[in-house]
């Protein structure tokens, strides 16, 4: 019998290849603390992101490859990450500099579900793991507030930093903590401005995986100071298959586009309805505008979210339907958005150092 080592052990594991980076685990550098102690072989496989969404796949697939080695018996196999990102040369290094990956979730215009999507989007990047914060910033109709169930005024530190708020495991900042969910916020762009930049620099998020910004609709003052002031990893806009929201999506994506910000891509929420009784799709909007739009500003679609009912009521009692209804069709679309998401960021930072040294290991996380 030939002697097990870690050349063999290796070997065995080089077939198994990551699908974004379309190299082997083994060469890409994720097999780490190999030990050989008889016939039990331990090793950990540290991933880019703690949102991969084959993390599982690639478990088995290592402990088979490992488990039909000749004088092997047990095989120990430890998932971890090591989330990478990167930092704007241009953007103030005071601004999240404990942030790995600040995303943007914006749309053209209201109503078309952006804060449902920014909200279920980053519970989904948290139910794999993942150290996330959701920042609401949408200045004129703030919903962090309602969607998570979260009341009150974030308290401050004696250095005059604000402590943000939690629910569901997130950290949450949002303009209606401050001014309350009745009161109107009526400002000119100086102190939106002042506001946005406070939530930025001033609110102590600590070190986390990814921050899901939820944007204002449109390009007004507090988009462009967001754009300008905020490191941003990347955008993810919101749109319905409806023209008018196409239109002005499109808006949006281009204003990301001229500040270089990498778009990861396109939304179509309240994509189609699922019939009750015969299980049929009916697209209430319209179909296909979102895959239009994506292939004349190329950009992919990266998620299409279904018209379902029970979303409004689960966002509308503080338990977003990622939480309420983890296996409806809505939910899952979400979950499919956070590991296309994390596979993105992690493809874009794929040549960058990581910012920290901090590793996330899994014990029994949903993902």
């Known amino acids: 019998m030939a002697q097990l080592t870690e050349a063999r052990v290796l070997d065995a594991l080089r077939p198994i290849e990551d699908p974004d980076f379309k190299r082997s685990i083994v060469d890409l550098g994720f097999v780490k603390n190999l030990t050989i102690d008889g016939s039990t072989v331990a090793f950990t496989i540290e991933l880019t992101t703690p949102a991969c969404p ?34 704007d040369a241009g953007k103030p290094t005071d601004i999240l500099r404990d942030v790995r990956n600040v995303v943007a979730v914006a749309s053209g215009k209201g109503g078309v579900g952006k804060s449902t999507v920014a909200a279920n989007l980053s519970l989904a990047l948290a139910r794999t793991g993942a150290k996330v914060g959701l920042l609401d910033v949408d200045v004129y109709g703030p919903s962090v507030p309602i969607m998570f169930g979260v009341n009150g005024r974030p308290r401050t530190t004696a250095d005059r930093k604000i402590v943000p708020m939690e629910g569901h495991g ?62 941003l990893a990347g955008a993810v806009i919101v749109t319905t298959p409806q023209e008018v929201s196409l239109i002005d999506a499109r ?33 209430i909007f319209g179909k296909g505008g979102a895959a239009r739009a994506a292939a004349e500003l190329g950009v992919p679609v990266i998620g299409t979210v279904p018209l379902q009912s029970n979303v409004v009521t689960a966002g509308d009692t503080g338990v977003p339907i990622v939480l309420s209804d983890p296996e409806s069709p809505a939910a899952r679309a979400f979950f499919e958005l956070a590991g296309t998401v994390a596979r993105k960021l992690a493809l874009l930072h794929a040549e960058a150092p990581p910012v920290l040294d901090t590793n996330i290991t899994w014990v029994n996380t949903p993902g």
């Open 54 to 87: 084959v993390k599982e796949q690639f478990k088995r697939a290592a402990e088979e490859a490992v488990g039909a080695l000749p004088g092997v018996d047990r095989v120990v196999v430890e998932m971890t990450a090591n989330t990478r990102g990167s930092r």
């Open 251 to 283: 808006k949006g994506l281009k204003m990301f586009q001229r500040v270089h910000v990498p778009v990861l891509g396109i939304v179509e929420n309240m994509s189609f309805f699922i019939c009750d009784k015969c299980s049929a799709e009916h697209h």
């Open 170 to 231: 997130l950290k949450l900042m949002s303009i209606g903590f401050v001014a309350g969910e009745d009161a109107p916020v009526i400002w000119r762009g100086p102190m939106v401005h002042s506001l946005v930049r406070q939530f930025l620099a001033d609110v102590e998020w600590g070190a986390l995986d990814y921050l899901i910004i939820d944007m204002p609709p449109g390009t007004g003052d507090a988009a462009l100071t967001l754009t300008q002031t905020a490191p």
